[in-house]
């Protein structure tokens, strides 16, 4: 049975989490935060959306290959940790640096973020492998 | 410009793992690299074994951090050697699974599973951080739930059950461990700990010893030893043969590695935990052994077999010596290669006759000569019969024991071996002598048995050039008696 208010609620919220999630993405590094905590947001989000609809709604939502989204995820965190490698740093290694940017003003960039983007797509993509192979199942 | 060459052996399956991800479809290319990603490691442990024995044993920091504070990677001779095996082992298997796998475990990531498998147990070779040790076993174990209880096949998922559960108390009690280490000592990485031992207060000694034979316990049910055995019987003969073989000739190595590493840097030469150590490993050589006399399933006695072969290696370092330890990383070595190509020969046999009960096989030797050869060769070198490497490795820790004067020990080797030859002419009997069975199912055995032919000949390499490979281990057994070179390195004193 579909509740009338969490239909609703769900399709106002889903974008303040969602934008919440990235939020957190980004502030994570330098202050409590990061790519995990904010890539279980985002699955929470999801989740909602799967509990609100069903199954079908949620592979409209997203319409793409979860292990590729896992891959992709390990690839992006395995190549930052890499880069460093290539320019004969140890593993890993991070570096940051400060960039003007219009509008924005001047900000910090750190390698780690691109790490936190990796782990971010691969908790993103994990959850809803899950939800989804037990959603197909029932 | 730094030193990559020791990260090299974690790195390589995990790319490797996630090139395999993006080509989910094409199971060819998964395959291929499989191979491929194996033989890169081999490569990378020659050069770094080479690398270890000109400059000494090599540290690297993760991510810049400079140890105690990082996470270290450190490769001494020992590493070498447990991570030149893992990657022998990994390209037999993959040959093996080449061909064994089929269509429905390739196309739901066997393959990527296997590197991941791989990447743990490099992992838990090269860290020189105990926490780390820690998520590497679970990287290791996460990986090997899923193989085992991958296909889903109903003795599968009863098989799996007693693993995952005895495997999460295992690494619970693991947790407790590190945490009282932490509390008493203040650090987490290995040399720092030792440090700390070593000037440790006589007061907080007791304590000292209580955590290390929890260690010993937690180690000890990963390797299996009596009496923390009894999930791993169940448990082997379940998984498709490839993966099999890969638990039974590195997983229960780990077990091994870690013992060594634990009771030669952190608590080295403490009486009473040699004394059990020596115990346990007598248990597990005469327990294991008369459990797989009472077996007919192939591939369950040979999981017996591992109980009682890891007791040789486990005694080894029970004895504390430049020569015992030599011995237990040499039978190591011969008993990754030997376990291994047993199971795979196992794995043949099974698709020959369709079964897993050795009464029920019968007369293999008509049919496949060469084969029966190979498993002939194998399961003499297990039970120690000269000249195989079997013999050696025996022969190193009955001198070793000799020296000691623990004579009691040098009979319990002896018992162990010949009870070995027994349960395993038990199986040439029934399995490859005798009348052959109504017909064998029709399998190309030549393409099956690639990955024997490198684990058995790699044994026989073992045991011909018996003296260089003797004098190398016990180069490693001498760095790792001398736990000063290892703390020195890390600590760059």
Not at chain 2, 139 to 167: C, K, P
Request: charged share 10%; aromatic share 14%; proline share 4%.
């Amino acid at each position: 049975m579909i509740s009338l208010i969490l239909h609703r609620v769900t399709r106002v919220i889903i974008h303040i989490l969602l934008i919440f999630s990235i939020f957190l993405l980004l502030k994570g590094h330098n202050e409590p935060g990061g790519g995990f905590i904010a890539g279980l947001m985002a699955s929470v989000s999801i989740v909602l959306v799967y509990l609100t609809y069903d199954i079908e709604t949620v592979k409209r939502f997203m319409p793409i290959s979860y292990p590729a989204m896992i891959a992709l995820g390990l690839f992006f965190a395995t190549g930052m940790g890499l880069g460093g490698v290539v320019l004969g740093y140890p593993f890993l290694t991070q570096t940051f640096d400060y960039f003007q940017i219009p509008l924005v003003g001047e900000i910090e960039l750190a390698t780690a973020l691109i790490f936190d983007i990796g782990v971010f797509l691969t908790v993103v993509g994990a959850t809803l492998l899950i939800i989804s192979s037990i959603g197909e199942g029932s | 410009m730094i030193n990559n060459l020791a990260v090299y052996p974690i790195l390589i399956p995990l790319v490797a793992a996630i090139i395999q991800l993006f080509f989910a479809k094409n199971t060819f290319v998964q395959r291929v690299l499989s191979v491929v990603s194996s033989a890169l490691i081999l490569i990378a442990v020659v050069f770094l074994y080479i690398d270890v024995r000109t400059n000494g044993i090599q540290v690297y920091w993760m991510s810049d951090w400079v140890a105690p504070f990082g996470i270290t990677i450190v490769a001494d001779l020992l590493a070498c050697f447990m991570l030149f095996l893992s990657a022998l082992a990994s390209l037999a298997m993959s040959a093996y699974a080449m061909v064994d796998i089929d269509a429905n475990r390739e196309k739901y990531f066997h393959f990527p599973l296997f590197q991941l498998l791989l990447m743990g147990i490099n992992g838990a070779f090269l860290t020189g951080d105990i926490f780390n040790l820690f998520v590497m076993y679970e990287v290791m174990l996460m990986a090997s739930y899923v193989l085992l209880a991958h296909g889903s096949e109903a003795r599968q998922l009863r098989g799996s059950l007693h693993y995952v559960m005895i495997n999460l108390f295992a690494s619970t009690f693991f947790l407790f461990g590190i945490g009282l280490i932490y509390g008493i000592t203040g650090t987490l990485n290995m040399a720092d700990i030792a440090v700390a031992v070593q000037n440790a207060d006589p007061d907080t000694q007791g304590l000292l010893t209580a955590v290390s034979m929890m260690l010993f316990v937690v180690f000890g049910v990963k390797t299996a030893l009596v009496p923390l055995f009894f999930w791993m019987p169940d448990a082997y003969p379940q998984p498709p043969v490839a993966t099999a073989a890969m638990f039974a000739a590195i997983m229960t190595k780990v077990g091994v590695y870690s013992i060594t590493r634990t009771f030669t840097l952190m608590f080295p030469g403490d009486e009473f935990t040699l004394t059990v150590i020596k115990i346990v490993a007598v248990a597990s050589m005469l327990i294991g052994v008369l459990g797989a006399i009472a077996q007919t399933n192939f591939r369950r006695l040979l999981a017996f077999h591992s109980v009682s072969q890891v007791g040789f290696m486990v005694l080894g370092v029970g004895f504390f010596s430049p020569m015992g330890l030599a011995g237990s990383i040499y039978f190591v070595m011969h008993h990754s290669m030997i376990k291994s190509s047993l199971f795979l020969c196992s794995g043949i046999a099974e698709r020959l006759t369709g079964n897993r009960d050795i009464k029920k096989m019968g007369g293999i030797i008509e049919k496949h000569p060469f084969y029966s050869a190979l498993f002939l060769i194998a399961a003499f070198s297990l039970a120690g019969l000269p000249p195989f490497s079997g013999f050696f490795g025996k022969l190193i820790l009955l001198f070793a024991g000799a020296e000691l004067n623990e004579y009691i020990f040098l009979a319990a080797i002896l018992v162990g071996g010949f009870l070995t030859l027994f349960s395993m002419v038990k199986i040439w009997q029934m399995a490859y002598w005798g009348k052959r069975e109504p017909e064998f199912n029709k399998v190309k055995v030549g393409s099956f048995i690639w990955g024997i032919i490198i684990l058995v000949g790699m044994s026989m390499v073992l045991a011909i050039f018996v003296q260089p490979v003797y004098d190398m281990v016990l180069e490693a057994a001498e760095q790792l008696l001398d736990p000063s070179q290892y703390i020195n390195a890390v600590l760059r004193k």
